[in-house]
């Protein structure tokens, strides 16, 4: 049976020069040096709360609350995930590669080296020392690096957000593993807008094959070209004069200002569309500017044609995409087009 991955949460802020350069190195360090040589972490790995107090005791007379972070640390695993919160709004995520151990195993590895203030980092009795004086780290884990100084404006969520700003050294934040996968998949910052958009596009575009027809779904076509600035926009009549060869627009929308006529040859599909549509606004097109150049109106201002498929449909077809490209006409899908009327806005677009 797989182990189920824990999140957690662990701030490095304790020795702050020291330990921003061991996590750069790959590993993340905990306080507590006191304690580095007394098998502690195997106590909080393997035995109750209990013994871990136990053991606590022998050392230390006071019951610092803050020894729980250490309980915590010796329970960080292989491939759970770590979230680590930074300084000026930032945070990393890391996944861990080794379990807890006392930092005196990485003498050899790291060696000596200058902290972020540029200070000499040296090894005395197996700990680390700067300018003589001890540095208070007594544990590591080595971790990878997976997502590095994200600003949590961009990239956290409302509740992880709200979770970076507890106090305390660490904890267990498995109860957000949600809003942690999403920001480690996450490419880009997060934005309000664009997630609006794309929930309310799904919803729309469900509607729409609910509530509409072929034919009012042409309306509907027809009044977004006429809400985005269009000077005119038609529905050719099915019988229109003159059309060869299964040439076909089922709305044209002329914008003036911009010289373009958009040819819009709608499908309302469920599933697919295939290269059908693309092939009727392609002659449709052809014949249109044939039947131009034959005019010899040197005073007519010239319009360029863009041939459009409109869909309804979850995607196109390779072949119909194949073609689309060649003959460069823009396709929009059943998705698309909703976003595209939501980004429009649905006030008074009556159909």
């Given amino acids: ?16 020069a020291v330990s921003y350069e061991l996590f750069e190195m790959g590993y993340l360090s905990m306080g507590w040096s006191m304690f580095s040589k007394s098998g502690i972490l195997e106590t909080a790995r393997e035995e109750t709360s209990e013994h871990f107090e136990i053991t606590y005791k022998s050392i230390m ?9 250490m309980w915590y640390f010796a329970q960080f695993d292989i491939d759970d995930y770590i979230v680590v919160p930074m300084f000026n709004g930032e945070f990393s995520i890391c996944k861990v590669l080794e379990k807890a151990k006392p930092i005196s195993e990485i003498k050899n590895i790291i060696g000596d080296f200058e902290d972020k203030e540029n200070k ?53 934040i498995s109860d957000l593993k949600e809003s942690v996968d999403r920001t480690l998949k996450a490419e880009k910052p997060i934005n309000f807008y664009e997630n609006v958009i794309e929930q309310g596009a799904d919803l729309l575009h469900k509607q729409i094959m609910q509530d509409l027809s072929a034919e009012k779904f042409e309306l509907l076509v027809k009044a977004y070209m ?18 060869k060869d299964y040439a076909d627009a089922d709305v044209i929308a002329t914008f003036d200002s911009l010289k ?74 059943g998705k698309e087009f909703s976003k595209m009327l939501l980004n429009a806005g649905l006030e008074k677009l009556e159909i």
């Avoid at 049976?1 to 020795?15: A, D, F, G, T, V």
């Avoid at 680390?128 to 961009?154: M, Q, Y």
């Avoid at 040197?298 to 995607?315: A, F, L, Q």
Wanted: hydrophobic residues 35%; contains cysteine; glycine residues 4%.
């Fill in 1 to 16: 049976m797989n182990k189920e991955n824990k999140y957690w949460l662990h701030r490095i802020s304790h020795e702050w």
């Fill in 61 to 69: 007379s006071d019951r610092n609350k803050s020894r729980w972070s």
């Fill in 120 to 172: 000499q980092i040296m090894w005395k009795d197996d700990l680390l020392v700067r300018e003589g004086e001890k540095i208070d780290l007594g544990f590591v884990i080595k971790i990878k690096i997976v997502k590095k100084c994200l600003k949590r404006k961009e990239f956290a969520d409302s509740a992880l957000t709200a979770r970076m700003k507890l106090r305390k050294t660490n904890g267990n």
């Fill in 226 to 243: 006429k809400k985005i600035g269009a000077d005119s926009v038609g529905i050719p009549p099915k019988n229109e004069m003159g059309k």
């Fill in 260 to 333: 373009i006529i958009i040819m819009i040859q709608v499908k309302f599909h469920t599933n697919s569309t295939n290269s059908w549509g693309i092939e009727q606004i392609r002659r449709y097109k052809e014949q249109i500017e044939d039947e131009t150049t034959e005019l010899e109106n040197e005073n007519c201002d010239e319009y360029v044609n863009i041939p459009w498929v409109i869909s309804t449909c979850d995607e196109f077809s390779n072949d119909a995409i194949e073609i689309a490209k060649k003959e460069k006409v823009f396709l929009v899908n």
